[in-house]
Nanobody, 126 residues
């Protein structure tokens, strides 16, 4: 499995921006599609965004389309989530995840991703 460590979370006002990073180690990064999920208090974890192994294809949950951008730097074994126009409902713990066989053309579920980071808290105040 690949090891994942997220960073970049914090407290921001509504309308603000944050950039999350997820550093991978332990396996060949380019062999993995990557995703971001989030879990708000009292809610199930939900898919946010995903990116293909090459970075050429992405997918997003409807709730974040047009506001969030996922990208990756394979030379640095890092995936990013740029979050703009943040809303209070974006408040959650954000998790980075890696998948060996998932493709962005398919719906994403937690079961598709075999490796997970520990999560980073994002809090958006109104």
């Amino acid at each position: 499995q690949v090891q994942l460590v997220e960073s970049g979370g914090g407290l921001v006002q509504a309308g603000g921006t944050l950039r999350l990073s997820c550093a991978a180690s332990g396996r060949t990064f380019i062999n993995y599609a990557m995703g971001w999920f989030r879990q708000a208090p009292g809610k199930e974890r939900e898919y946010v965004a995903g990116i293909s192994r090459s970075g050429g294809s992405t997918s997003y949950a409807d709730s974040v389309k047009g506001r969030f951008t996922i990208s990756r730097d394979n030379a640095k074994s890092t995936v990013y989530l740029q979050m703009n126009s943040l809303k209070p409902e974006d408040t959650a713990v954000y998790y980075c995840a890696a998948a060996r066989t998932w493709y962005t053309s398919s719906p994403a579920t937690e079961a598709d991703f075999g490796s997970w980071g520990q999560g980073t808290q994002v809090t958006v105040s109104s």
